[in-house]
């Protein structure tokens, strides 16, 4: 992974956070986003105190996460929890499209009060899988990183073509306040990584999901 991805980030308090963006801008970040128009192919997140608007992935993104959730799936079957795509995690005034999460089955009672999208203590997994661009690779590695950890989102999966020659980290035991992870694992493609906990526990992200070692870049 990059410097960036590989250093500990800068981290802000949920006290420090509300200082800066404080309440009203929250607000207000919040009525825009829920009114926004997008053309079609693009959607917008709150992190950090901005709405990003971004396109849908290239074709390998959508691959990835195609794979990704097919796999989630089978592996979930008929039970309790399922796995989704292009659907809403609310938490606090701040919206995120996870590329997959894993969540209930029946989100009616898991529902913000907005019915927007899951609540995301609801949420016991979220996949990203990183797109080209420095923007886009910081969004993933860096700020929904410590938004996820914010939340406390038990684990959170990043799957990277960009680092080095394609890598899997696995980032469990969010510490809230300090939005930030107490453990990090990193696994180059070809190495199965397990989810450690929740109800995706056991299931491996395999070559069959990442596909194989990519050309450095």
Not at 15 to 25: I, M
Not at 149 to 160: C, E, N, S
Request: aromatic share 8%.
């Amino acid at each position: 992974m990059t410097a960036l991805a590989h250093e500990r980030p800068e981290t802000m308090t949920e006290a420090q956070a509300e200082f800066v963006n404080g309440p009203n801008l929250d607000e207000a970040l919040w009525q825009a986003w829920k009114t926004m128009e997008l053309p079609e192919g693009y959607h917008a997140e709150i992190i950090e105190g901005a709405i990003e608007v971004s396109p849908t992935g290239r074709l390998s993104h959508a691959q990835i996460v195609n794979r990704l959730r097919n796999a989630l799936v089978r592996f979930l079957g008929e039970g309790e929890y399922a796995a989704y795509q292009d659907a809403n995690v609310i938490f606090r005034r701040k919206g995120w499209i996870p590329d997959v999460f894993v969540a209930p089955e029946d989100l009616e009672p898991c529902a913000d009060e907005d019915g927007l999208g899951v609540d995301a203590e609801a949420v016991g997994l979220v996949v990203e899988v990183v797109s080209p661009g420095k923007r886009n690779q910081d969004r993933d590695r860096v700020r929904k990183r410590r938004e996820y950890a914010r939340a406390g989102i038990p684990v959170y999966v990043v799957i990277d073509d960009y680092d080095g020659q394609g890598a899997v980290t696995l980032f469990t035991a969010p510490r809230p306040d300090a939005a930030d992870w107490g453990d990090i694992h990193r696994a180059p493609y070809g190495t199965d990584v397990i989810i450690p906990e929740g109800p995706a526990k056991g299931f491996a992200i395999t070559e069959a999901i990442t596909g194989p070692a990519r050309a450095e870049k």
